[in-house]
């Protein structure tokens, strides 16, 4: 299966600031990406959908100019948390689709835990 | 919309033993994949088995094997034999087939604990 990496693994900050939290496919080209979010002891929830080259789909629900996403390569996507509140603090975690024909395969990252004061 | 339904937010097995973890969606397509993760405390998502809807035969790997029941759109997991190391989290998930890269759709996941 394919290798994704996530950084940083965990962060700490203060209410006000912004978060990038990068997600890389290590050994093959990723078009599409998607964004999770996971609160303790619940599933993972998508955000959004994030495709090279064009502007991320996000689910309903999930505010675009909160969570930017920029997808600038076929190896990284980048998620950044604007103005973070402590109700942002989650464990975030990406995957990445095999291209066609396997694009029902999705390999996840480790995930980044956030943690807004 | 897609729905997963895990009814079991807790199981306990003693090692050695089987354990069938239960999911059910509902679905209007008829072409789809299902997918069971598995999330250890680590919190890495694990792929433990996968299964293709026009597939009858139920999908198997090594310990683990699936009870895929499509009328009744039931898609349960067997771990056979369990292992210390089988004590996650586990979550069912459905994908439709779109030929293109689409979302999954989790349910809510059953924890299960294995015993000495």
């Known amino acids: 299966g394919a290798v994704v990496s996530q950084h940083p693994s965990w962060v700490i900050c203060k209410s006000g600031t912004s978060v990038k939290i990068e997600c890389r496919s290590l050994d093959f080209q990723a078009t599409t990406m998607f964004w999770y979010r996971q609160f303790p002891k619940q599933s993972l929830m998508l955000m959004a959908t994030?495709?090279?080259?064009?502007?991320?789909?996000?689910e309903q629900g999930v505010e675009k100019d909160k969570f930017l996403i920029n997808h600038a390569s076929l190896t990284l996507s980048t998620l950044t948390v604007t103005s973070a509140h402590p109700e942002d603090s989650s464990f975030y975690i990406c995957?990445?689709?095999?291209?066609?024909?396997?694009?029902?395969?999705?390999?996840f990252g480790p995930g980044t835990r956030l943690t807004v004061l | 919309a897609q729905t997963v339904t895990q009814s079991q937010p807790e199981m306990s097995v003693q090692e050695a033993e089987t354990v069938t973890l239960s999911c059910t969606y509902d679905t209007s397509e008829s072409d789809y994949y299902l997918f069971w993760y598995k999330q250890p405390p680590s919190r890495q998502m694990i792929l433990v088995i996968r299964q293709e809807a026009y597939k009858q035969q139920n999908a198997t790997e090594n310990r683990f094997s699936v009870n895929f029941q499509k009328a009744a759109k039931s898609f349960s997991l067997k771990i056979s034999d369990s292992q210390l190391g089988d004590a996650a989290m586990y979550f069912c998930?459905?994908?439709?087939?779109?030929?293109?890269?689409?979302?999954?759709?989790f349910g809510t996941g059953t924890r299960l604990q294995v015993t000495l």
């Open positions: 998930a459905y994908h439709k087939n779109t030929g293109t890269a689409s979302k999954l759709t």
């Open positions: 994030s495709n090279e080259g064009s502007k991320a789909t996000y």
């Open positions: 995957s990445v689709v095999w291209s066609v024909p396997r694009a029902h395969e999705q390999f």
